[in-house]
């Protein structure tokens, strides 16, 4: 048995260890050491993956958009009715947003000046959405013409999932609704969401999700 770890496992195990630290003490207060002992590393090794604290931000951002991404993806597959695809897309993308909340802010709310823009992790979930409307436009079921813009139009809408947007608290129901609806009317759907699709978002977490940090 080798008595070092592979290196990806060890990077790994560095990006786990600083989930967990950040979300207990934020990124700013968070120190490399307090990281590579929980980690179980010395700091040398630290050094061989990320050149700066803010460059290990970075990886996480980029590691939980495309977590985020694969969820939606996974619970939007499946569904073979197009209005029903979009109510799917904003439960999961919901239920997968409350489900590590806490990582969500410290990584993309309570960070440093000097962290890199956050703007490109965006791009993972808005590449998935791109992907629902262009097939959906292709079959005939979006009246849209350049998907791409639709797709940035609803992402924007899903900004109001932030307590912090709206002034805390959870979404009720008809807010879930409500959006559903926007998403629906973005891609000329006049009908009202009528089915329930939080069981396939809340199975599509179970399988293809991170772990629950809370």
């Not at 590579?36 to 803010?54: I, M, R």
């Not at 409307?133 to 791409?148: C, F, K, R, V």
Request: net charge negative; hydrophobic share 45%.
């Amino acid at each position: 048995m080798p008595r070092t770890k592979p290196a990806e496992e060890r990077r790994a195990d560095l990006l786990a260890a600083a989930r967990e630290v950040f979300v207990a003490k934020g990124v700013t207060a968070a120190t490399l050491e307090d990281i590579t002992k929980a980690a179980g590393v010395s700091k040398g090794l630290f050094w061989q993956y990320f050149h700066s604290k803010e460059d290990l931000v970075f990886v996480l951002r980029q590691q939980y958009a495309q977590q985020f991404a694969e969820v939606v993806r996974a619970a939007t597959q499946p569904v073979t009715d197009w209005a029903v695809k979009l109510d799917t897309c904003v439960q999961a993308c919901l239920d997968q947003y409350q489900n590590e909340l806490d990582l969500h802010d410290v990584l993309f709310r309570h960070t440093t000046s000097q962290t890199p823009d956050q703007r490109p992790a965006h791009a993972a979930l808005v590449d998935v959405l791109v992907s629902i409307l262009s097939e959906g436009a292709t079959a005939g079921a979006y009246l849209i013409d350049i998907p791409e813009m639709t797709a940035n139009l609803l992402f924007g809408a899903m900004q109001a999932f932030d307590p912090a947007f709206r002034g805390g608290g959870e979404l009720s129901a008809a807010e879930i609704r409500a959006t559903q609806q926007l998403f629906r009317r973005a891609v000329g759907i006049t009908e009202p969401p009528t089915t329930d699709c939080a069981p396939a978002a809340s199975a599509a977490l179970t399988a293809g999700g991170g772990p629950r940090m809370h």
